[in-house]
């Protein structure tokens, strides 16, 4: 049986009260074609600007197992909150990016941020795919920022080139096997994937649907908790805090630093051959 991605894609920029980084489906199409390699159904949660273009992505690769879902991110229940936290903060005011405050300060958009359980468990109860293992993914993750070309890291916002994906690239870490070596290699139900020092990070995580749904409704409640505690949390600090009260039983995959250690290709910053990368996770 497939497993199942989640993922969401919008269009919010740092000037809004929502925030983000003001990405369009066009800025992520490179990377994101990685994700139809994965042999896995794909969930997309997203909103009327963008829709379209996704859904022709999928038939221009004529990808038939995928469903869009439109979804106003305002939906949250608590959205309401992270405005007046936005505005408790100084980041926003009532029409949008507080003036004299940089963008970098609201490049985050914690309405999707907080939102990814909850789209798991959406596609979940509603059977969106039958699946017996379901899991999160960032449309951008296997951007070459973090992921060497030579790995299938593929600049944001650049055209699609069929050789640098697999089959062609056969280095290309974006294979059907993908999902199930890191299912092997953590050995449990789960995949959380972290810094040495306990951080998780939100870019990919899930496994099986009755864990999930489990995560699910400790993450609703602890966000809940926090927010109204007046920390404008985002989902890797909930996450982080969660597998170190609940979920250490399931492990998590750690890695030293983001950067690569592939000095030929591009975004190499000088780590040296023997860094624990994060790349290597997937090797």
Known sequence: ???????????????????????????YKAPFRNILNLGCNIVVYS???????????????????YKIIDYDLNSYPHSDKIYELKEINGIINERG?????????????????????????DTIENQHFTSEKYFWI???????????????GIEKFVS??????????????????????????NNSEMIFLGMENGWIVGGLFGGSKNVVKELYVDFQ?????????????????????????????????????????????????GAPPTAKSFYKIFI
């Open 47 to 65: 909103h009327g600007s963008e829709i379209i273009k996704i859904e022709n992505f999928f038939k221009q690769y004529s990808f038939n197992d």
């Open 221 to 269: 409640e602890l966000s809940t908790t926090m927010l109204y505690e007046n920390d404008l949390t985002l989902e890797e600090k909930v996450l982080s805090k969660l597998v170190d009260m609940k979920y250490k039983k399931y492990n998590y995959i750690s890695f030293g630093i983001w950067h690569h250690d592939v000095p030929t290709v591009p975004n190499y910053f």
């Open 160 to 185: 699609v080139v069929e050789e640098k994906y697999w089959p062609h690239n056969e280095n290309n870490i974006c294979t059907p096997e993908m999902i199930d070596k890191l299912l092997i290699k």
């Open 1 to 27: 049986m497939k497993h199942t991605l989640v993922t969401a894609i919008y269009y919010t920029t740092p000037q809004s009260r929502m925030g983000g980084r003001g990405y369009t489906f066009e800025f």
């Open 138 to 152: 960032d449309a951008g993750l296997f951007h070459h920022g973090i992921f060497p070309e030579t790995h299938g």
């Open 97 to 121: 990016l507080a003036v004299g405050t940089s963008p970098i300060q609201n490049d985050r958009c914690h309405h999707l941020c907080l939102s990814k359980l909850y789209f798991l468990n």
